[in-house]
């Protein structure tokens, strides 16, 4: 079955610098790829996501790029703010049945 | 629309207990999912429905665990007996295939067995 990996497991930026979320998939019929921000006590939210047809997709500070052939996809943020401080997860689906697998999440602190 | 529903919020059980929680899911969708997170495992799908039929149940742990969806507006998890290992927050999210399977989370029931 599908399975996802993500890096780093910990990730400590200054505020105003870039974060990089990587994250690798073992099942090339995959075809979604959401991230997902979970801050604390709360529960995970969509934050951008990404479909096999396209290589990259941008919203405003955040960016997530997908590669196919190699299977892997990354999320980028800009500008940190505190605010980006949470667990950050990476999930692959095939699409077609809305099932999705996790990676086993990021915690960013971004310090003032 | 006030989104995923569950509840308790939080449960508090003596092991042997049997816990049941409940989800209401976003109203039209067509998927829902049960999934179960612990700082150890992570954020793990447990079982998931498709029009009230469940598809996949791989991820529920033992026979302790059942789920069901007796309509397109409710569903439960229901753990018998429990035990202190199965101390976790349980999520429940849905889904739609016609808005592409973006999955929308509820607030989780925090489990506590004692």
């Known amino acids: 079955g599908e399975n996802v990996e993500q890096h780093p497991s910990t990730l400590s930026v200054q505020e105003g610098d870039s974060a990089v979320i990587k994250c690798t998939y073992s099942d090339s019929a995959s075809n979604y790829f959401p991230w997902y921000k979970q801050e604390l006590g709360k529960r995970p939210q969509l934050i951008i996501d990404i479909r096999s047809n396209v290589g990259e997709k941008k919203d405003q500070r955040i960016a997530v790029t997908l590669n196919k052939t190699a299977k892997h996809f990354s999320l980028h943020i800009t500008e940190t703010q505190p605010e980006d401080s949470a667990v950050y997860f990476c999930?692959?689906?095939?699409?077609?049945?809305?099932?999705?697998?996790f990676g086993q999440g990021t915690t960013l602190q971004v310090k003032p | 629309d006030a989104g995923v529903i569950q509840s308790p919020r939080h449960e508090v059980t003596e092991m042997g207990q049997e816990v049941t929680l409940r989800c209401k899911p976003i109203?039209?969708?067509?998927?829902l999912f049960w999934y179960r997170q612990t700082m150890m495992r992570g954020l793990e799908l447990l079982i998931y429905?498709?029009?009230?039929?469940?598809?996949?149940d791989s991820g529920m742990p033992e026979d302790r665990f059942s789920a069901k969806m007796p309509n397109a507006s409710f569903s439960t998890l229901k753990i018998q007996p429990s035990e202190p290992r199965d101390s976790a927050v349980y999520f429940c999210a849905s889904a739609s295939q016609g808005g592409s399977y973006e999955q929308y989370f509820g607030p989780g029931t925090r489990l506590t067995v004692t």
């Open positions: 109203s039209g969708h067509d998927y």
């Open positions: 999930a692959a689906s095939t699409g077609n049945t809305g099932k999705l697998i």
């Open positions: 429905f498709n029009n009230n039929v469940p598809i996949d």
